[in-house]
């Protein structure tokens, strides 16, 4: 089954998919949309058989910002986390990303 996409737009998203990690790993990927690397990455995280929760850092700096703050990692894009209990179990940039990878954190 393909990834479902959810654009994450606001803090108070952003927090919930943070607390919902507390159930179940979650995926986020900080997407540039004028990046070849990101839009190829995007493409290919289509292949995970869950959501992947996504930021568009054009359209959101400042919710980019502050995931950079809770997970601890600093800003790059594009780069993607699995979070679970709050804290990211999975990080990877640019072609470091491995959708297979992802997947397994998901199930573990």
Same mark, same amino acid.
């Given at each position: 089954?393909?990834?479902? /996409?959810?654009?994450?737009?606001?803090?108070?998203?952003?927090?919930?998919?943070?607390? $919902?990690?507390? !159930?179940?790993?979650? *995926?986020?990927? !900080?997407?540039?949309?004028?990046?070849?690397?990101?839009?190829?990455?995007?493409?290919?995280?289509?292949?995970?058989?869950?959501?992947?929760? #996504?930021? #568009?850092?054009? &359209?959101? $700096?400042?919710?980019?910002?502050?995931?950079?703050? $809770?997970?601890?990692?600093?800003?790059?894009?594009?780069?993607? /986390? *699995?979070? $679970?209990?709050?804290?990211?179990?999975?990080?990877?940039?640019?072609?470091?990303?491995?959708?297979? &990878?992802?997947? !397994?954190?998901?199930?573990?």
């Amino acid at each position: 089954m393909p990834a479902t /996409f959810t654009r994450i737009t606001s803090a108070e998203e952003l927090d919930s998919l943070i607390e $919902r990690s507390y !159930k179940h790993p979650v *995926v986020l990927f !900080k997407h540039s949309n004028s990046c070849g690397i990101s839009s190829d990455i995007l493409h290919q995280l289509g292949e995970i058989d869950g959501n992947v929760n #996504v930021i #568009v850092i054009q &359209e959101n $700096r400042d919710i980019s910002n502050l995931a950079a703050d $809770r997970t601890g990692h600093r800003h790059q894009s594009p780069q993607a /986390f *699995v979070l $679970r209990d709050g804290k990211p179990i999975y990080h990877a940039t640019h072609y470091g990303i491995d959708p297979q &990878e992802i997947s !397994k954190k998901l199930i573990n």
